[in-house]
């Protein structure tokens, strides 16, 4: 099979994840990125991906670690090489998975950055000063409003960044303690919203309303003149980074998605349970959530000092 026959063999993967797994466009891309890439290795060596043997495999994992793959990059190749030829097999097209027996590369598994209560507490208290204060042209009080809401919105729910600027302007309407939010894989949850946030963003749409009434018709909360129609993650980021510069925390330390991180974490350190927050983030896996194990252990070490009969005790 020549490299255009391998990319045929990727297109009828890309269709399967997209029908039966209701796989996002972002999540399509990156799979297509990743596999053309193997799919010209292959073809260099004569290859493809319905008759590549396991050597052929190995030998362009190998290839990533001579081009610069961090660990992490070389294992989400890995992984989407695993599931193309588990679907070749399941579709008749090869009678065997050259990359089953294959390990991943060793990771490193690395703590997220986390901010403390307290500098969330600042964050979020800078921008709603801000967004109160209205100073400046009214485009600088109208963006101070938004912010306000999006950090609000991030604490208070810990959403994906793409899933925050993606809501529905009908979020604003709930009365609930809660809303729905449909995630990775076309899954449903629902994430817990605060008195705050709802005040947020109450004041940030009748805000809009004053100001940009045609954009206030829009269907999303946070419209824009992106082509999405919605606010990009770049410009929420970028928001973020000078909001974090006001109160004195290192930009380098902050993004939409170290606040989803904090929402967790916090969550766990004042008692929640792990499997409750693998459900408030969405992840699928709860390998996925176990990120936050340190924070776990940290807890359980403070039970043992703090409840344990002989916690107190010292050695002689």
Same mark, same amino acid.
């Given at each position: ?6 990319? !045929?063999? *990727? ?8 029908? %039966? ?26 290859? #493809?991906?319905? /008759?590549?043997?396991?050597?052929? =495999? @190995? ?6 670690? $001579?081009? !610069? ?6 294992? @989400?190749?890995?992984? #989407? *090489? ?13 009678? /065997?998975? &050259? ?9 490193? =598994? ?10 969330? /507490?600042?964050?979020? %208290?800078?921008? @709603? ?13 109208? +963006? ?6 999006? =950090?609000?919105?991030?604490?208070? $729910? ?6 925050? =600027? ?12 809660? *809303? #729905?939010?449909? !995630? ?28 940009? &009434? ?8 946070? &419209? ?31 993004? &939409? ?24 983030? !969405? ?7 176990? *990120?936050? $194990? ?6 359980? +070490? ?9 916690? /107190? $005790?010292?050695?002689?």
């Amino acid at each position: 099979m020549s490299v255009e026959g391998s990319n !045929g063999a *990727i297109d009828r993967f890309l269709d399967m994840i997209a029908a %039966e797994r209701g796989a996002a466009r972002n999540t399509i891309e990156a799979y297509r990125r990743d596999l053309t890439d193997y799919a010209g290795f292959l073809a260099g060596r004569g290859t #493809s991906t319905t /008759d590549v043997d396991t050597a052929s =495999v @190995r030998a362009y994992l190998v290839s990533l670690q $001579t081009r !610069g793959f961090e660990a992490s990059s070389a294992a @989400r190749r890995l992984s #989407s *090489i695993r599931q193309l030829h588990r679907f070749l097999v399941s579709e008749n097209l090869r009678g /065997d998975d &050259p990359a089953a027996i294959l390990d991943g590369p060793r990771q490193r =598994v690395r703590a997220p950055k986390i901010l403390s209560v307290a500098e969330v /507490d600042e964050l979020i %208290e800078a921008a @709603r000063a801000a967004a109160e204060a209205g100073e400046g042209t009214p485009a600088q009080g109208l +963006r101070a409003a938004r912010l306000y809401a999006l =950090v609000e919105l991030l604490y208070a $729910t810990g959403l994906r960044v793409s899933e925050l =600027v993606a809501l529905p302007r009908t979020a604003a309407r709930t009365k609930e303690a809660f *809303i #729905s939010i449909r !995630g990775k894989g076309g899954r449903d949850r629902l994430v817990p919203l605060t008195a705050a946030a709802r005040a947020a963003m109450a004041g940030w749409r009748e805000k809009l309303q004053v100001a940009a &009434p045609a954009l206030a018709d829009a269907k999303w909360l946070f &419209p824009s003149d992106a082509e999405s129609g919605h606010l990009t993650r770049q410009a929420f980021a970028r928001d973020l980074k000078a909001l974090a510069g006001l109160v004195g925390i290192n930009a380098g330390r902050i993004s &939409p998605h170290v606040l989803r991180h904090a929402f967790a974490s916090h969550l766990l350190q004042n008692g929640a349970d792990l499997r409750i927050v693998q459900e408030l983030l !969405g992840h699928a896996d709860i390998s996925t959530t176990q *990120i936050y $194990t340190h924070v776990l252990d940290e807890r359980m +070490r403070a039970m043992v000092r703090d409840l344990h009969p002989l916690g /107190d $005790t010292k050695d002689d």
